[in-house]
């Protein structure tokens, strides 16, 4: 089957990489010019005039990143099963909608407020309290498009350099950790959970990533499969999606944002898992059954950001996977990631010590359980 990819970048990539085995092929329609998945059949269309083509190369379609236009997608399911849906990209292109929609399913949010003008902005921070976070409501990932705001003698300065004609301000939350809940929804309704991941940001960018959680209850891992597999159904959902939360003090989750997609947080699967998300989304689109999702053993993803270290000194750590993405250094870009495995939770979080220090401008990794 040729799988038609929108988007042409590293999670296109491990897609392909993924879906070779099972004699899938990749035709990747790259709409920014500036293609990095080095692999599959890749169409540049800027100018949006080779959609035909693609779409009479391809068998079906999914995609890689969320910031597509809608009206592009939509007209591709006219031709394509497309997988998610083009439903599943409008909501989460638009934080007010996805929060509308966190509401109306009962999945609890910190407490935010919805502003268009810079005397809005001020008049939420005073409401809700310093400190916020004030993000567009459209665009904005890994940190952009957004400010936090510690008095609201800051928001006109916010309002203009967020310039944006409409914010969402979202009150800072008491959290233990940042967690993240990965499921995949087949064509048939099947529904499978990963266990769920606790992140470490650092400047909106994530760092590390490690599954599953020796600290973490049952009735928590329970909770979070609730809230995604409402959205899931609801959204009548085919593929892989992410729902990135906090824990609280008192055991509880707060949903911050989903994403309709394989997910950073989710490489540990890659060698951490008994089948990947990208394995998992490629089964789950073309209607087969979908993989186990158990951990083999603890897993700790690490992001490599900006400039590479040295492949092999890293690939010396015992049990350690380098994943590169074959892209130029710059600052703040994703260029690989180092997948670590290891019996223990205290092993692997020495590992993962090594590995930080080994990568230029990595920050030593702090996890809420050791």
């Known amino acids: 089957m040729n ?53 009479a190369k391809v068998d079906l379609v999914t995609y890689e990143f969320e910031h597509l236009p809608v009206s592009l997608v939509q007209a591709i399911e006219e031709h394509k099963p497309v997988h998610p849906s083009s439903e599943a990209i409008r909501v989460c292109q638009n934080r ?23 005397e809005a902005l001020e008049d939420a921070v005073r409401e809700l309290g310093t400190p916020v976070v004030a993000k567009s409501v459209t665009e904005g990932y890994d940190g952009k498009g957004q400010a936090v705001i510690k008095s609201p003698s800051e928001a006109v300065d916010a ?37 769920m ?40 959902y085919v593929g892989v999606l992410t729902l990135e939360l906090f824990q609280t003090p008192d055991g509880g989750l707060l949903a911050n944002e989903m994403a309709p997609r394989v997910h950073n947080s989710g490489h540990w699967t890659m060698d951490g898992a008994v089948t990947s998300q990208f394995e998992n989304h490629l089964r789950a689109i073309q209607g087969l ?26 690939l010396e750590i ?3 996977h380098l994943h590169r993405y074959d892209k130029s250094e710059r600052p703040g870009r994703k260029l690989a990631h180092v997948n670590l495995v290891a019996p223990t939770h205290a092993e692997l979080i020495e590992k993962v010590r090594r590995c930080a220090e080994l990568l230029p401008g990595a920050p030593t990794p702090r996890f809420s359980f050791e």
Not at 9 to 37: C, E, I, K, V, W
Not at 206 to 226: E, F, N, W
């Open 318 to 320: 015992e049990d350690a």
């Open 96 to 118: 007010a909608e996805e929060k509308a929609l966190f509401d109306r399913l009962g999945i609890p949010t910190p407490a935010y407020r919805l502003v268009e003008s810079a």
């Open 159 to 195: 309002w203009r350099t967020i310039n944006h004609p409409r914010l969402i301000v979202e009150a800072f939350v008491d959290f233990v950790r940042e967690v993240s809940i990965i499921a995949v929804r087949g064509r048939d309704g099947q529904v499978v959970f990963y266990p």
């Open 3 to 55: 799988i038609g990819v929108l988007g042409a970048g590293q999670l296109g990539r491990m897609l392909a990489l993924a879906g070779y085995p099972l004699a899938n092929r990749f035709t990747f329609l790259d709409t920014t010019g500036h293609p990095s998945a080095g692999i599959g059949d890749v169409m540049v269309d800027t100018d949006q005039k080779h959609l035909a083509d693609f779409l």
């Open 197 to 236: 991941a606790e992140n470490q940001h650092v400047d909106g960018i994530l760092r590390y990533s490690v599954a599953p959680l020796p600290d973490l209850d049952d009735a928590i891992q329970d909770t979070a499969d609730g809230y995604i597999r409402a959205l899931l159904d609801e959204l009548d």
């Open 289 to 314: 059954p979908l993989g186990d999702t158990a951990a083999r053993m603890p897993s700790c993803m690490v992001n490599v950001i900006g400039q590479e270290g040295e492949p092999a000194r890293l």
